[in-house]
């Protein structure tokens, strides 16, 4: 994993680690979209590299979004937060949004960043095809239907997109309603040893 991205890009971000057990606090429905890309021909950095740079610019579009929509100052696109990830198989976008609406929205408005860049890979992919890929997965997860453990380390993924985690009974709480109605289920979570809450900085995120 390269890092993770919960928050304007430009800005800095203590990373608080908070021990103990917690889950995110959200409840309602959320549409979950990953992205990524897979370069096939390294020789062809005019084909690649312009879709390796075109998500970040998407990232700061989003983000900005998200501060200026919740100052009033501009319509709420409705992207909650994002994390990026790098594996042997290129780079990972997991993104969290309102709805799968607000992510169709968003990728098919003409003023904004995604259409273009939709349209000018399409515009090179012609030109030299199969020199990189690309793919996506979307998600509509109902309300209810999501569930996040989080053990000795900073908020992240869905709990940063959406809120601090909350108290560990509230997470002990969404892993029993997803047990199947088997309260006496027992996971490998339940064997981690929980030392007393308490929050610890265990590093500075910045931003480039």
């Known amino acids: 994993m390269l890092g993770e991205l919960n928050y304007p890009l430009g800005t800095e971000r203590v990373m608080a680690q908070v021990n103990g057990r917690r889950t995110h606090e959200y409840d309602g429905a959320i549409g979950v979209f990953l992205i990524g890309m897979k370069v096939n021909h390294w020789w062809r950095p005019d084909q690649w590299l312009p879709v390796f740079l075109a998500m970040p610019r998407m990232l ?5 979004n998200k501060v200026a929509a919740g100052r009033g100052e501009a319509e709420d696109l409705g992207f ?30 003409p003023g904004l960043a995604h259409r273009p860049a939709w349209a000018a890979f399409n515009t090179r992919a012609r030109k030299a095809a199969g020199a990189v890929g690309i793919w996506h997965e979307t998600y509509a997860v109902p309300a209810g239907g999501h569930e996040s453990v989080y053990v000795a380390c900073p908020p992240m993924g869905l709990a940063a997109a959406t809120s601090l985690p909350a108290a560990p009974n509230k997470a002990r709480a969404r892993l029993a309603a997803v047990r199947s109605g088997d309260d006496h289920a027992v996971t490998d979570l339940d064997l981690v040893e929980q030392p007393p809450d308490a929050v610890e900085v265990t590093d500075v995120d910045t931003a480039v």
Do not use: F, H, K, N
């Not at 700061?60 to 900005?64: N, V």
């Not at 909650?80 to 990972?92: K, N």
């Open 60 to 64: 700061t579009e989003l983000y900005r």
């Open 80 to 109: 909650l937060g994002a994390r990026t990830l790098i594996g042997g198989g290129g780079p990972t976008v997991v993104q969290y949004w309102r709805s799968t609406e607000d992510i169709y929205r968003y990728a098919g408005a």
